[in-house]
């Protein structure tokens, strides 16, 4: 019995030594480390301090980061650089299996960034636990905050993994009072365009949900390569991280300017 | 998601049969099913806690365990989780360190099928072809060491294995190659656990 002992003893010795991922149970697991939470309250209290003099900013969209994680980190450090850049949308699939793990190395990498960052969801955020995970690391899957009244309206129109059609009474009700800011941006990780994944009655009713709204810009990330559609609205899609490349969206007053930046 | 699971639990059963009939009648006080030993784990990725049994196999060069992985509410944080793991261990080499105690480095690798709704081992209709990979598998590689004490006056037990093992999973392990930015602890977990020796 004074083996069992001894065993019992260096068993409990070993775990108080424990750090955070000491012991892992599951890849499916959810269970998000306490100062991982609310990261989307967070970044929009971190916005509030930025006040600036002029109309005229920018933002970066960055998009679809799966596992390229180096190309993630060189994307960020390039924001670190431009002090233009106030603040950053990332158009989801922030993982690729849904993973807790795969979550917290995007958010370790984020933290290299000097700036806020809002993210929407992507479909593959979604699958296993994701939804959950998602949750309590950012937040709401629908959100909007304004910014030198500028209006951004981040939007999740994830259909099959959710389950669900997307809220679009939200996204009405959100759009409703655009009169009152400069410009609206809306973001979302399916697009209407390229994609075939949202039902033709869903792609028209968010097209014109745009339209009937005076949005300036559409941001969608999904498909992986570029586009652009000028028109009333415009439609941009950015291509995965699986190349460093982002974009910026230059805001000056009533009017705006996209660039795509390939490192 | 039932007839899955029975599907595969008969598989397993077929695959042990076929494996160990060669091991009939090497030890005649035991017919060659019931197993040497069982098994108690704690984490590693394979379950809160796993239970199951174990062979030790080609003259005591694997260890091959099947087993029954479960992390309730409270640990994974959304629903329970039940995973079926065969569990391989290979011990390096046995060095004598007491009376009746043996400690040995281990190796080996775990291949784990999760039953439930977290995954898929086919596509569901609603994806297009290859919209995404099967998640239900997942591998996990692990070292470590084990200390085995027997003892002589066997009452229930004959034995007991304790060990304590690093591990990671083969998508952890796959970040951690192809990139810089997750490091190498980030990936890497304990596990403990018990065999007890009929």
């Known amino acids: 019995m004074k083996f069992i002992r001894n065993l019992l003893f260096i068993a409990i010795a070993f775990t108080l030594t424990t750090c955070d991922n000491f012991f892992e149970y599951s890849v499916y697991v959810a269970s998000v480390k306490s100062e991982q939470k609310n990261t989307t309250a967070k970044n929009l209290a971190l916005l509030k301090d930025i006040t600036i003099s002029s109309q005229d900013f920018k933002f970066a969209f960055v998009t679809d980061v799966h596992y390229s994680y180096n190309n993630l980190r060189t994307v960020i450090e390039d924001i670190n650089k431009n002090d233009d850049i106030l603040f950053v949308v990332f158009g989801g699939d922030i993982a690729d299996q849904a993973l807790l793990k795969e979550f917290e190395i995007f958010y370790d990498i984020m933290k290299n960034l000097n700036k806020p960052y809002f993210t929407v969801i992507g479909n593959h955020d979604y699958n296993s636990n994701g939804s959950i995970i998602y949750n309590d690391m950012f937040g709401d899957f629908n959100y909007s905050f304004v910014f030198n009244n500028n209006k951004f309206v981040l939007f999740d129109d994830i259909i099959w993994e959710s389950g669900k059609d997307p809220d679009f009474d939200w996204l009405a009700d959100n759009l409703s009072d655009n009169l009152n800011y400069n410009q609206v941006f809306s973001f979302a990780h399916i697009p209407t365009y390229v994609s075939r994944d949202l039902t033709p009655e869903m792609i028209e009713t968010y097209q014109s949900l745009m339209e009937d709204n005076n949005v300036s810009l559409s941001l969608h990330g999904h498909t992986h390569s570029y586009f652009y559609e000028e028109g009333d609205v415009d439609y941009l899609i950015v291509p995965s991280l699986k190349d460093p490349v982002y974009a910026t969206v230059q805001i000056k007053d009533k009017d705006f300017n996209v660039e795509l930046i390939e490192l | ?198």
């Open chain 2, 1 to 198: 998601m039932k007839n899955k699971s029975i599907y595969l639990l008969v598989l397993l059963v077929l695959l042990f049969s076929k494996s160990y009939g060669q091991e009939v009648n090497l030890d005649k006080e035991k017919a060659w099913y019931v197993p040497d030993y069982a098994k108690v784990q704690f984490a590693g990725n394979i379950g809160f806690v796993s239970l199951g049994v174990g062979y030790q196999l080609f003259n005591k060069v694997l260890y091959s365990e099947l087993l029954y992985g479960y992390v309730p509410e409270s640990a994974s944080k959304a629903d329970r989780i039940h995973l079926l793991t065969i569990k391989n261990t290979f011990p390096i080499y046995r060095k004598e360190i007491g009376k009746d105690l043996i400690i040995t480095p281990i190796a080996g690798f775990t291949t784990s099928y999760e039953i439930g709704t977290n995954s898929f081992t086919t596509l569901p209709e609603i994806y297009p072809e290859g919209y995404y990979v099967p998640n239900a598998f997942h591998f996990t590689v692990f070292g470590g060491a084990l200390l085995h004490k027997d003892f002589k006056n066997k009452k229930i037990f004959s034995g007991v294995d304790f060990y304590v093992e690093a591990s990671t999973v083969e998508t952890y392990l796959w970040y951690t190659i192809t990139s810089s930015e997750v490091k190498v602890n980030d990936v890497f977990s304990a596990s403990i656990g018990f065999n007890f020796y009929f």
